[in-house]
């Protein structure tokens, strides 16, 4: 009978071993969310040769920017109203449907029926339902964490949950360049085994156990004016990456500039529209939360500086290092993630410490110390050479791991600690569209820093280069004319850029062999593209240093440790309530 009792209150929300449960099933869910956030940057060569289509034709760009930000941008957009959903019907509720969602997904992606264009969109719209379900599990992790932990454990268990998030993005670069070497498909199938058990764990084991919004309704003219609006938005950045007329990007293209505005404008008009409805998808209101406010703004800087230096990283590795190196273009993706290892050991060690650690201290000294550590090693980066010595280059991104670790677990964590029981849903997933936001922005803002830095120098040298090795001046002329981005884009993917580019203009039959031999070589391009890289990564790598110190400051600016004390059941955030009732002191 004793035994019976236990087995029936096993996971009953007095029983103390429940908060570890939801731990390790929300740390999974996370997990797999973000690893597939990244997993198709290493294995799109791959993917897109299994379905007979070039990545570099300029025709098929929209596939290739589609299958590379889509997942990412989704997320962004989703997290919040899944959040406030969570809210108001059960933050288990909709985060066991995420997994059922997410898991579907990954098993229809497998079974691609289709090649070429129709098969690149049966890819394309499948990962958009599964980032549904990712973006139900990224919403409302964090916030059935807090309602398991007491607020003196939160930081250990949201430090845990954060780190899993953001060294799934990393893990994705490895995990996808090695099943991508034996077959594209096995890059999608290695979700399902995860997502099943995923899913039947989380109904097993997980209930509610936090303050619900019972009397919550669902706010759609909120939900479809902020999604419209931070899709119009990000949708013009990225795009903003692909050359318009005669420019190398195209910021100048008026779609571009009418997304970015037009979005702006919807974000704005979302911010009134909320303050004004009875039952908003998000309250604004909790951005009176000092350490809400600050921590966010400190987040999304952290976010944008992160997302530039993993893509900035990858072409610096893929394009010049490892061919230099000895290593073929076609296994640099691969690689890159290897390399890439002590970034994601510094997240790993440092993020559980940092996040217990300031369940005791607070989150100021962390995050502020964190961010400062971040800005230094980009400033570091800068000054080693291109062709560097890896374990100096080790050293820095494994430094660069810690601090973002020391950052991002107590940032959360404060964040987290300051908002009511029953709004926790919503601010987990308005924190997760910053992070997300943050992501998908840094693809843009980076790129377009880097070509911008390219543009300058780039042409200059690839024609002398070209020239020298047979290629007629026309033909140089003409290949030194293409925007910098399609060299990126080659080394991002694994192909060999001038080979590409080459074969792009039909040289490859006019000049001698033993020319093309050099060209195609591995160390013509990185050689030729070096000090260009330097000048645009000099842009890129101040610009993320900056943000870094802002961030710093933000996190300074948030306050000491702060705990938001539910007294009363809170409905919702009213305006007649006074500020007091929101801040920390």
Known sequence: MANTAVRTGMFNKDHPRYKWVALSNTTLGILMATINGSIVLISLPSIFKGIKINPLDPANTSYLLWMLMGYILVTAVLVVSFGRLGDIYGRVRIYNLGFVVFTLAAIALVFDPYTGGTGAMWLIVWRVIQAIGGSMLFANSTAILTDAFPANRRGFALGLN???????????????GVLASVDWHAVFIVSVPFGILGTIWSYKSLHEVGARDPNGKVDWPGNIVFAVGLVALLAGI????????????????????????????????????????????????????????????AGFLASVGRGGLQFMLIIWLQGIWLPLHGFSYESTPFWAGIYLLPLTVGFLVS???????????????????????????????????????????????????????????????????????????????????????????SIGIFFSLMIAGLANTLPKALYSGLVSHAVPAAAATQAAAIPPVGNLFAAFLGYNPIASLLTQLHLLGTIPAHDVATLT??????????????????????????????????????????????????KTVRIEEPVDALSDV
């Open 162 to 176: 954060q780190v899993a998030a953001i060294a799934g993005t990393f893990l994705g670069l490895i995990v996808g």
């Open 238 to 297: 990225t795009y903003g990456i692909q050359p318009y007329g005669d420019s190398s990007t195209g910021w100048a293209n008026p779609w571009v500039l009418g997304g970015i505005i037009g979005g702006i404008a919807l974000l704005v008009f979302f911010v009134f529209l909320e303050l004004r409805v009875k039952a908003p998808m998000f309250d604004i209101r909790l951005f009176r939360i000092r350490a809400f406010a600050w921590g966010n703004f």
């Open 521 to 570: 070589g591995q160390s013509f391009f990185p050689q030729l593209i070096s000090d260009p890289f330097h000048s645009g990564l000099v842009i890129v790598f101040v610009t993320a240093a900056i943000l870094s110190v802002i961030g710093a400051a933000a996190s300074l600016a948030a306050g000491g440790k702060y705990v938001h004390a539910d007294t009363t059941p809170i």
């Open 351 to 441: 993020g559980p410490i940092s996040g217990t650690l300031s369940d005791r201290f607070g989150a100021r000294t962390f995050a502020t110390a964190g961010l400062l550590l971040v800005g230094a090693t980009f400033i570091a980066l800068l000054l080693i050479p291109v062709n560097f010595n890896y374990w100096a280059f080790a050293i820095i991104t494994f430094l660069n791991g810690i601090g973002s670790g020391m950052f991002a677990a107590p940032n959360r964590t404060a964040i987290m600690n300051s908002v009511p029981s029953n709004q926790r849903g919503a601010a987990s997933g308005m924190t997760g569209t910053f992070q997300n936001a943050g992501n998908s922005l």
